[in-house]
Each structure stands twice: as C-alpha cells, then as structure tokens.
C-alpha cells in the first residue's frame, strides 16, 4: 500500500467526460490498495474567465476580492470530481483549501503556502476515503480565500503530498512528461525519463509551464518525488514502465540520473520586455541608482548589458523586465529623471527569451558558443545573454522564436531519431 498524491490539471477536467476518466484514473489506485488524495485545477479555461470578469469588474481591483472569484473554478471541479467518484461507489469527498486548512502568506493572488496541517486529510485517508482537494487556494492570514498564482495547483499538490508524507506526487497532464522543449512547438522533442530537480527548476522558471516554479522548488527542498504523466492515458491499460516506474517523466536528485546529457532542454518565454536607457553617465553610482529604483519597485530585473562607454563620459545600459512590469518600469526610470541624468530610454516588448538547460555544462567548455554559432547561421542577432552555471539564455526577436528553439534543438542533439 501506498501513499498517494495525484494532480490533474485543467485540461484533464475539462467536462463532465474527462472527469469521468479522471475519477477512472483514481479508482484504479483506489483498488490498487493506495490511500489517494487528487488534487484538481479549475475546468480549462475557468480561471481565464474568472480573471477577466474580475478584470473588468475593476482594473485596480483588491486582491483578495479578485482571490475569492478566481478560486471558485477549483471549488466546482472539486465538487464535480467527488460527485462522480461517489456516483462510481468511490468512498470521496471535496475539500477546500481552508477546509484542511492551506495556511497561505498575505501577498494575495501569488501567496505562498506557510503550512498546512494533514491531520484531518491523513485521518480519512486511512479510513479510505479519497480527499479531493481543490488546488491553488488556501487561506490567508485574515481568514480569507488566497490563490497562489497561475499553474499554482502544482505547489498544492506537491505541498499536500508534503504534509500527509505522500510517496509519491503524480502530476497528470495533457503530455506524457516533460520534454526536451516544448512538444507543441517541437514536433522532434523527446519525452525525458527523468530530469533533476535543479535542471527543472531552471526549465520552469525559464518559460517552461509544465510545472509551476515553485512546485519544483517545494519538491526539491521537501524531497518529494514528483512524477508528470499523461491524464490521457487509457485508464484501464496503465502499466508500469520497465524501472517500476508509471509511463511519464521522474523529477529526482541529480545522482538518480545515470546518463547525464550536456544540454538537457531547451526553453522559451515570450513574457519579457526589454528596456534600454541611453547616455546616461559612465560613472560609480550609476547602475546602483537604476537597479536600486526598480528593486524598491518590486521589479525583477534578468539579463543587463551595459555597453563599454565610446568616449569615457556617457554608456546605455539595457536590461530585461517580465513584460507585465514594463510601464511601471518606463516610469520608474522616468520619475528618477531630476537625478539620473540620459538621454533617452527605449523600450521593445516583442522579445523571446530562449534558454539552453543541463547541469552537464559545469563541466563542458564551449556550450555557449555553439548556441551563438547557431543562431548566427540563420541570421538571428542577440540582443542581450545571460547565463549561470546550468544555463545559457539569449534575448532575440520574438518573430524568430520557433526557428531559434527548433535550431538549438537540434544542435545540442536533443532531436528524436
Ligand atoms: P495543466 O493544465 O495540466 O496544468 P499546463 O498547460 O499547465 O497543464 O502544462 C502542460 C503544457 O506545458 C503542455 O501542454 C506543453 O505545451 C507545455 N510545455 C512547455 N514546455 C514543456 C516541456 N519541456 N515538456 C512538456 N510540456 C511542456
Ligand atoms: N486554475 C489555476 C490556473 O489556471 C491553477 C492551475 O490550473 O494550476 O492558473
Ligand atoms: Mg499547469
């Protein structure tokens, strides 16, 4: 007997039909002898809805008021699942994120979870009773409903699998795994049997939305074996691969890998805007003033260039801002015009950044240069790089986002035979 957490995200729940396969999916470890706990996102494209309607109810709307609507869609599919799984003689109920209760910090609309207590989860699932839990909510300091940001049922399940001491955390979804990049946009990605928890942890927070960041970083520090698996998946033939493990792709520690690769994925995010201000002084001070205004502004800053100065008196400086924080970054730099002294400031949004991930890189020389090689052959310029020890990221043209991961994909070697 085991243990188990099993997330279904919201294509998986999408009408009454596919819960219907989801509730299948449950059963089968139901009979199987496991204690389950499945948590549920809302029904595709819920969330969407629900953030607009907030939207326009009130563009500067209250975060907490916008938490209370956008958590609803979790609540319905919650209380669909469980309906469906009693409808199939599946002993289950529905739980809410302050039912259990998912203590959550105060930053509405992108908490983070402080704690929960599995004690009541724990208690019915050893009298075998399925939890279904809606994910991507819990409760705030002041008693009140907090979502955890986008993709946030992730961080539920893999959190909950935490507190009730889960053996394992399976993430069922509309892929078979994490791939190589994309498989939507590369047809030649291949599946991974399974990638580290640091190498993941680079790949979602560098574009790739199959699992939230903060999943990753919650399974990392907790050791929670996570798994990504394919919710299409015909519940009825479902059988473990040949390493005991199910069909899909393993999220562990690095030296569970055998076979490491140099370059492991390649990933993209087309949510970046880049901001460039020219001529201001060359000078000490300068770049602290810049970085300083926008630190205290919340924003996060990525990649900065600061050009060598032609004549020793004046440099631009570039740098790269998520695109939702740009006006607000345009205006941080113009309020600070009576002290920071330049002569324009430049701003381009259709940007992409395209990133290279393997922790096989520590130890190979020359990995950046083929990726600037590669895309100096097909003629995409670079507009700024920035890299750790693990990756290599280069800002380009949006319009050239398919041809550059397509390209780096097939450099590095990544491409199914
Ligand atoms: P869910 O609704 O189940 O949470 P998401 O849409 O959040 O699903 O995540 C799954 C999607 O992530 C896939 O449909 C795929 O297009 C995308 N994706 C991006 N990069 C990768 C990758 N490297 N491997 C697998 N899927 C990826
Ligand atoms: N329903 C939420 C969203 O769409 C959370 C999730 O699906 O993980 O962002
Ligand atoms: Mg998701």
């Not at 326009?56 to 469980?82: I, N, T």
């Not at 409903?145 to 986008?150: E, K, N």
């Not at 050791?223 to 393993?250: C, I, K, Y």
Request: hydrophobic content about 45%.
């Amino acid at each position: 007997m085991a243990r188990l957490v099993m997330k279904f995200g919201g294509t998986s729940v999408a009408d009454i039909d596919r819960i219907r396969n989801v509730a299948r999916h449950v059963k089968r470890e139901v009979d199987a002898g496991h204690q389950v706990a499945v948590v549920v996102s809302a029904m595709a494209g819920e969330t969407n809805k629900l953030v607009a309607l907030a939207r326009e109810a009130s563009p500067l709307h209250d975060a907490r008021e916008y938490d209370a609507v956008v958590a609803s869609g979790e609540q319905v599919s919650s209380g669909l699942l469980a309906l469906v799984l009693q409808a199939m003689g599946v002993d289950a109920r529905s739980w809410q994120g302050w039912q259990i209760p998912i203590r959550t910090d105060e930053a509405h609309s992108v908490a983070r979870i402080v704690d929960i207590d599995g004690a009541r989860l724990i208690e019915r699932l050893e009298q075998n009773q399925v939890a279904v839990v809606a994910g991507f909510q819990g409760i705030s300091p002041d008693n009140r409903i907090a979502t955890l940001g986008r993709g946030g049922s992730d961080t539920s399940a893999v959190a909950i699998a935490a507190a009730i001491d889960a053996d394992r955390c399976d993430i069922y979804t509309d892929v078979d795994g994490v791939y190589t990049t994309d498989p939507r946009i590369v047809a030649r990605a291949r599946r991974l049997e399974k990638v580290s928890f640091e190498e993941m942890l680079e790949m979602a927070s560098l574009g790739a939305k199959v699992l939230q960041v903060r999943s990753v970083e919650l399974a990392m520090v907790k050791g929670v074996r996570v798994m990504v698996r394919s919710s299409f998946e015909d519940p009825a033939s479902v059988r473990d691969g040949a390493n005991g493990l199910p069909h899909g792709t393993l999220i562990c520690d690095e030296d569970e890998i055998v076979e490491q690769q140099v370059v492991t994925g390649i990933a993209y995010s087309k949510e970046e805007a880049q901001i460039s201000i020219r001529g201001v002084a060359d000078k000490p001070g300068v770049a602290a003033d810049v970085f300083v205004r926008l630190a205290d502004a919340h924003i996060n800053v990525d990649m900065i260039v600061q050009n060598v100065s032609p004549d020793g008196s004046t440099t631009d400086i570039t740098f790269t801002v998520p695109d939702a924080s740009y006006d607000q970054a345009k205006q941080v730099i113009e309020s600070a015009r009576n002290t920071l002294t330049y002569t324009e400031i430049e701003g381009v949004r259709d940007v992409v950044k395209v990133s290279v991930v393997g922790v096989g890189m520590r130890s190979h020389a020359g990995v950046a240069a083929r990726a600037f090689q590669a895309l100096a052959d097909r003629n995409i310029n670079i507009l700024a790089i920035s890299t750790s020890e693990i990756k290599i990221s280069v800002l380009i043209d949006q319009a050239y986002t398919e041809l550059a991961v397509r390209t780096l994909h097939s450099v590095y070697g990544l491409d199914k035979q």
